[in-house]
């Protein structure tokens, strides 16, 4: 008999029945893997563990002091008052919110709960929008459930995404959230390191409470990590638009200011952006400046990244060669680095003054609308117009730039002493000892007196034209002109050089060097000429190598020669 002939090893029969046996396969593989581990009988016993209870993947659910929690195990052992499960998943609703756990055990002992570490946490809203999460990283107890009331066990790292208050906030073993959801540290030290770069970076505090998300609470003793320095002070608080510190504060800059205020705050920005600046009141600090101490002290100041906005009373004294210069205004921006929240034509490294600030130094003074100085040079430039004071006088200009030491004046400048008297030019260069009027001409005035000249140098009482001079001054009976190369002037005469001329009514006086001699009221009671006189007019005419004129008032001149003389005329000898 022979046996039943097999099908050939091409036959579709064999191909069929292949891939019936790897679908049934797949199909039962795919039901144990849905069925999952076998589950354990409950066993009860009357000893804790003797044999006690044991199961696999369950839920347990739990109401707990103004909440519920639910946790999903992997494994349960124990008993009712001694409970250990592995593999924990859970969420705990209360009223802040829904919060989610994974931890790898837990246990239930004298109805209190520990959740191992490594452990996770994250809180949401009741839309489903997560705003925080946590961990603690190290094995063993992490975290104690007991009478509502959590413990940390580890060191708490919770990140913070609600509102405004972005940021990790780092809290030391034992710190609790107690019933009402406040978190709470009483000891070892809590820190907030910002999410981003802003004006506040981080803070620091030996206690806290706060409420989950951190938008409202209360830190002592409290150090802030501030953008260019650090702010410390004994309380601050927070609440949903800003970090208040409500009592006197110390801080240190990083360029060099040290200070004081009354009091400060930072408000909070729109969610997810950065702080962007710190505000002050009683702003004073004081730092070590280029030449000696500075000090600066205003009624309110804003701390940005880019640098400092100081509002109200502002006065920033400086050592200028020794001796103070303080400049004073209602305004004064000082950037350190980029930012929005200072003017962009403010260059890096320099400060400006707005709302006419006052600059002064000894007995000297200049006020603008605005000021900027470089201050790694200490050059200054004004915006016009400009008013300077001095114990001399007054003068207007357009714009100036310069240093206390010597200063450079756009005009038109209109200058008037104290003395009497008055100076136009279209340029001034001012320092310490002397006044230098440029023009086309610049001009100087005083009662009958009015002198002109590309160059007019004031220096006390003192004037000089080193580069020409035409004008006139009062005579007894009419004004007298003159021209010349040089002039040097005083209260008692003028000194005239280099192709002198003076006339008179009805005559002519040209020399080499010619002495104008004034009287009272500063009228002109005697000429003296040299180097070889020339006398035209109704005095006569002559040549000679130097000349006397007296004008007395109401009254011919009486005219005296010296040295040899060619002419003709009325003359004394």
């Given at each position: 008999m022979n046996a039943w002939p097999l099908p050939g090893n091409r036959d579709p029969r064999w191909r069929m029945l292949g891939w019936v046996c790897i679908a049934a396969g797949l199909g039962f593989t795919g039901l144990f893997m849905l069925q999952g581990p076998k589950r354990l009988k409950g066993l009860t016993g009357t000893g804790l563990f003797d044999p006690g209870?044991?199961?696999?993947?369950?839920?347990?659910?739990?109401?707990l002091s103004g909440g519920r929690m639910t946790l999903n195990y992997r494994t349960l052992e124990g008993?009712?008052?001694?409970?250990?499960?592995?593999?924990?998943t859970g969420q705990l609703l209360d009223s802040t919110?829904?919060?989610?756990?994974?931890?790898?055990?837990?246990?239930?002992?004298?109805?209190?709960?520990?959740l191992n570490g490594p452990l996770d946490l994250d809180l949401v809203d009741g839309q489903g929008k997560e705003l925080g999460s946590g961990r603690m990283e190290g094995d063993g107890a992490a975290m104690l459930w007991k009478d509502g009331i959590w413990t940390g066990l580890q060191p708490l790292v919770w990140t913070s995404r609600q509102g405004s208050g972005s940021g990790d906030w780092h809290l030391p073993s034992e710190w609790?959230?107690?019933p009402d959801g406040r978190f709470v540290v009483t000891q070892g030290g809590v820190r907030w390191i910002a999410a981003g770069p802003g004006a506040l970076k981080a803070m620091e505090a030996a206690r806290l409470w706060a409420t989950p998300g951190f938008e409202t609470g209360h830190l002592e003793d409290a150090i802030a990590t501030l953008s260019g320095g650090v702010a410390r002070a004994s309380v601050?608080?927070?609440?949903?638009?800003?970090?208040?510190?409500?009592?006197?504060?110390?801080?240190?800059?990083d360029d060099g200011w040290k200070g004081t205020a009354t009091g400060g705050e930072a408000p909070r920005p729109a969610p997810g952006a950065p702080f962007q600046r710190v505000e002050l009141k009683g702003f004073h600090a004081e730092r070590r400046g280029v030449e000696g101490p500075e000090q600066l002290d205003a009624l309110g100041a804003r701390w940005t990244e880019a640098g400092l906005r100081l509002e109200g009373s502002v006065a920033w004294t400086q050592t200028y060669q020794g001796a103070p210069l303080k400049l004073q205004g209602p305004v004064v921006l000082m950037r350190n680095a980029p930012g929005g929240d200072l003017p962009k034509e403010l260059p890096v490294g320099h400060a400006a003054a707005e709302g006419h600030p006052v600059l002064t130094w000894g007995d000297r003074s200049l006020t603008a609308p605005r000021m900027d100085v470089d201050r790694s040079t200490r050059r200054w430039k004004l915006d016009g117009p400009v008013l300077g004071r001095s114990q001399e006088g007054?003068?207007?200009?357009?714009?100036?730039?310069?240093s206390p030491a010597a200063w450079v004046v756009a005009g038109p400048v209109n200058l008037s002493l104290v003395s009497g008297g008055h100076l136009r030019g279209n340029q001034l260069l001012w320092d310490a000892g002397a006044w230098t009027l440029l023009g086309n001409p610049a001009t100087w005035t005083r009662l009958r007196e009015r002198l002109s000249g590309p160059r007019i140098v004031r220096r006390?009482?003192?004037l000089d034209f080193p580069e020409g001079l035409q004008g006139a001054e009062a005579g007894p009976d009419g004004d007298l002109t003159v021209r010349a190369a040089?002039?040097?002037?005083?209260?008692?005469?003028?000194?005239?050089?280099?192709?002198?001329?003076?006339?008179g009514p009805g005559w002519r006086v040209e020399a080499p060097t010619v002495t104008v001699v004034f009287g009272p009221g500063r009228v002109v009671k005697a000429i003296h000429a040299s180097g070889g006189a020339t006398l035209k007019g109704k005095y006569g005419e002559g040549k000679g190598e130097a000349l006397d004129m007296t004008l007395p008032a109401n009254a011919p001149a009486l005219v005296r020669w010296q040295g040899r003389v060619r002419g003709e005329g009325e003359t004394s000898w």
């Open positions: 209870m044991a199961g696999t993947r369950g839920t347990l659910t739990e109401a008993t009712e008052q001694d409970m250990r499960l592995k593999g924990v919110g829904l919060w989610h756990l994974k931890a790898p055990a837990a246990q239930r002992l004298d109805q209190a709960w520990t609790t959230r107690q601050a608080d927070l609440d949903a638009t800003t970090v208040r510190w409500p009592a006197p504060l110390s801080f240190t800059r007054t003068f207007t200009g357009q714009s100036a730039q310069g006390g009482e003192q040089q002039g040097h002037g005083d209260e008692a005469s003028l000194k005239l050089s280099g192709g002198v001329a003076c006339v």
